[in-house]
């Protein structure tokens, strides 16, 4: 489990600039692609992968759920590692 947000944010996730209420932080892979993980220290942990326009929050083109609590467990902070450089390459 990753219980602290900071840790994310070191690794090169963003808070987004408006509330939600799964706390998201993303991370720019670039090409408007994000990976993003909300729900942070809860049990309701998810990690997704989202194709954005051009830095617009609010159109979402694609979403593809990496990770969730409910199926997968906890997630920690090297599988998340793994996963930013496996989909950077």
């Known amino acids: 489990m990753i219980k602290d947000r900071q840790k994310l944010i070191d690794l090169g996730f963003k808070e987004i600039p408006h509330f939600t209420v799964t706390n998201a ?19 309701n942990e998810m990690l ?12 979402t083109t694609d979403l593809i759920c990496l990770h969730n609590y409910d199926y997968d467990g906890y997630i920690t902070l090297e599988e998340v590692e793994n996963i930013i450089k496996t989909l950077k390459r």
């Open 25 to 43: 932080l993303d991370y720019d892979l670039g090409r408007d692609r994000r990976l993003s993980f909300g729900a942070i220290g809860t049990p």
């Open 48 to 59: 997704w992968l989202c194709q954005q326009e051009h830095d617009n929050y609010e159109e």
